[in-house]
């Protein structure tokens, strides 16, 4: 290993295993597994990864939430990696909060929700087209997508796309964890990755079975 590699490895907070990864840094120069450590290799900007991944407290049940604070530290960092192509990290009664990583040359597909979407990217450069209409998207963007209406988007930049993205009301099964984009394709198309009935019900409907309290 070069010594400006081992001096690397040796930084405060760059964990032991990504040792062997920086000889193959010429052919794949994004680093993958669990949170991102910026640092900087003989004068290039490299995204790295710890061994630490934050926990989340969220609703990933069939059940309905608990009434209680969901705490989801770190999410939104330009640093963080979510390492699978779609998860969800949270179902409400209303709501869905999913996280997502476009790969290189990757997209999220073409498609209409009947449901609200907003999506807000932390990491990467992307394409968003929706209704006919492309914007380029960087980290910090914000993108809604009104029920109905078509869109896609695609990573256009060479690293992944990091997407945190809020389903209004629920769109996926709260348990849904996809490596890829052909596993979530196929699970939707089976029927396997439906939204809960609970999810889908109206605040009048709540407040009469007793799910949410009337003021």
Request: with cysteine; net charge neutral; charged share 20%.
């Amino acid at each position: 290993m070069p010594n400006s590699m081992a001096t690397a490895v040796k930084m405060n907070g760059v964990s032991r295993c990504l040792g062997k990864q920086f000889t193959q840094y010429a052919k794949a120069p994004v680093f993958r597994k669990c949170n991102t450590i910026p640092f900087r290799l003989s004068g290039i900007s490299v995204r790295s990864y710890s061994d630490r991944s934050p926990k989340y407290n969220g609703n990933m049940t069939s059940q309905p939430p608990k009434n209680e604070m969901v705490y989801m530290p770190g999410v939104m960092s330009p640093n963080r990696s979510f390492g699978v192509f779609r998860k969800v990290l949270h179902t409400g009664l209303y709501s869905q909060f999913v996280a997502m990583e476009v790969p290189v040359n990757g997209e999220i597909g073409d498609e209409i929700h009947t449901v609200d979407q907003v999506l807000i990217f932390t990491h990467g450069t992307g394409k968003a087209i929706v209704a006919g209409k492309e914007q380029e998207v960087r980290q910090n963007d914000v993108v809604i997508v009104p029920a109905g209406t078509q869109h896609q988007f695609l990573n256009i930049g060479n690293t992944p796309l990091e997407v945190v993205t809020i389903y209004s009301p629920a769109e996926h099964d709260p348990r849904t964890v996809h490596q890829t984009k052909a596993e979530g394709d196929a699970q939707e198309e089976a029927g396997e990755d439906e939204a809960p009935e609970w999810s889908q019900r109206s605040k009048s409907e709540n407040e009469k079975i007793g799910l949410v309290k009337a003021p």
